[in-house]
T-cell receptor
Framework: DVKVTQSSRYLVKRTGEKVFLECVQD?????MFWYRQDPGLGLRLIYF???????EKGDIPEGYSVSREKKERFSLILESASTNQTSMYLC????????????FGPGTRLTVL | DQQVKQNSPSLSVQEGRISILNCDYT??????FLWYKKYPAEGPTFLIS?????DKNEDGRFTVFLNKSAKHLSLHIVPSQPGDSAVYFC?????????????FGTGTRLTIIP
């Protein structure tokens, strides 16, 4: 079974803090993704990565950056957290380009005060 | 600009009856569609998919129908069971580019009434 884990289930940060959300997958997947889920908006893609050290902007990259130094780990960074970044953050992985199923982690609920 | 829309935020269905969840899309380039199911405090899990070369795909109690001319897809669950209570997201992609970007709908919360 594919396992995607996220470092925290709940996180509370203050405005202006730098925030790191970590995601690890254990199935040697090439592709990894970060989404945020908001009521009435569904899941929106923030960034994705085809492979180590590669990254592509998704639909809403503003205010975020990512890092993928190792294949199994994909980090989402909020350089200076703002209240409008309060959300559920979901990480996903996929075996490789051209396959369909993405496997999701349990999510991190981030609250920015 | 919501390219994938699920116009019903919630749906309640009696156990044993059919659940029908609907999804509309606006981007005619989409040619691969998926349904994901999400329980509270868990990440979404893949349920079923369909390519635009088909108009129907079936997997056990789950069937997805695609109407390309209407840019509409639906998920049928029959018979509905209490464990089907969850939020369902439809998603779409342009398969030519390897499905790397999924565009998700806003979700429909399905409640199965025992």
């Amino acid at each position: 079974d594919v396992k995607v884990t996220q470092s925290s289930r709940y996180l509370v940060k203050r405005t202006g803090e730098k925030v790191f959300l970590e995601c690890v997958q254990d199935m040697d997947h090439e592709n990894m993704f970060w989404y945020r889920q908001d009521p009435g908006l569904g899941l929106r893609l923030i960034y994705f990565s085809y492979d180590v050290k590669m990254k592509e902007k998704g639909d809403i990259p503003e205010g975020y950056s990512v890092s993928r130094e190792k294949k199994e780990r994909f980090s989402l960074i909020l350089e200076s957290a703002s209240t409008n970044q309060t959300s559920m953050y979901l990480c996903a992985s996929r075996r490789e380009w051209g396959t369909d199923t993405q496997y999701f982690g349990p999510g991190t609920r981030l609250t920015v005060l | 600009d919501q390219q994938v829309k699920q116009n019903s935020p919630s749906l309640s269905v009696q156990e044993g009856r059919i659940s029908i969840l609907n999804c509309d899309y606006t981007n005619s380039m989409f040619d691969y569609f998926l349904w994901y199911k999400k329980y509270p405090a868990e990440g979404p899990t893949f349920l079923i998919s369909i390519s635009s070369i088909k108009d129907k795909n079936e997997d056990g109690r789950f069937t997805v129908f695609l109407n390309k001319s209407a840019k509409h897809l639906s998920l049928h669950i029959v018979p509905s069971q209490p464990g089907d209570s969850a939020v369902y997201f439809c998603a779409a992609s342009v398969a030519n580019f390897g499905n790397e970007k999924l565009t998700f709908g806003t979700g429909t919360r399905l409640t199965i009434i025992p």
